[in-house]
């Protein structure tokens, strides 16, 4: 079942991912800008994690191969014992270049209130690109959430997803998530589907042996 959420939610789950995933400016910008999100593609890579928790899953549980980590494992089963993958899971669609929703009405909301901006700055000889400006008071309205249950929640998953970002920008993220058949095989404008069931599989394969 898809989940329901009104503009202003979205508006806060988007609020959360351009907070955690920006770099602070300095010095302040001319309008005292304090931080910078930098590249809608990013932007939709990371919410996708954000918002299918089974294919974050993936990724945690890769990273996890790669170095064993008890920890990371054990995030990975509370995420599934928790049902994430069905509870919070908010499907995106895939269009031309993966995941993607889009932000107008959300971005609408915090530019009304004065928390974020965006610009779009030159990125090759026919196209441009878009960044997100954090304006004054965004990080300090952004500590003040944390008490919000559903914000925090955001926060901390963001945390999780700029794990398995590992910093590398939108395009390589996107390359990152077609590397997942069922992404890369959905067809445009149809539902990203989950694969809830075949990171349960791996997750019982790396905690018993396979």
Do not use: C
């Not at 989940?3 to 959360?16: C, D, P």
């Not at 593609?41 to 928790?53: D, I």
């Not at 494992?73 to 069905?86: A, F, N, S």
């Amino acid at each position: 079942m898809a989940r329901v959420m009104t503009t202003a939610q979205k508006a806060m789950r988007l609020f959360a991912v351009l907070v955690a995933g920006a770099e602070l400016v300095s010095p302040l910008g001319p309008d005292g800008e304090v931080a910078i999100f930098r590249g809608e593609t990013r932007l939709h890579a990371l919410m996708f994690w954000l918002r299918n928790p089974d294919y974050l899953a993936h990724e945690l549980l890769d990273l996890a191969a790669l170095k064993p980590d008890a920890s990371l494992i054990g995030v990975v089963h509370r995420m599934l014992e928790d049902d994430e993958p069905i509870l919070r899971r908010d499907g995106m669609a895939k269009w031309r270049h993966g995941a993607y929703e889009p932000i107008d009405d959300e971005m609408a909301i915090l530019s009304s209130v004065g928390l974020v901006r965006t610009v779009m700055r030159h990125a090759g000889p026919r196209s441009a690109a878009n960044d997100f400006l954090l304006l004054p008071g965004s990080l300090e309205l952004a500590a003040e959430l944390e008490s919000n249950i559903a914000y925090n929640w955001y926060a901390e998953r963001m945390r999780l997803v700029l794990l398995v970002a590992a910093g590398q920008r939108g395009s390589v993220l996107k390359k990152r998530q077609y590397q997942q058949i069922e992404y890369a095989t959905t067809r445009g404008r149809h539902l990203i589907p989950s694969i809830a069931g075949r990171v349960a599989e791996r997750l019982e394969a790396m905690t018993h042996g396979a």
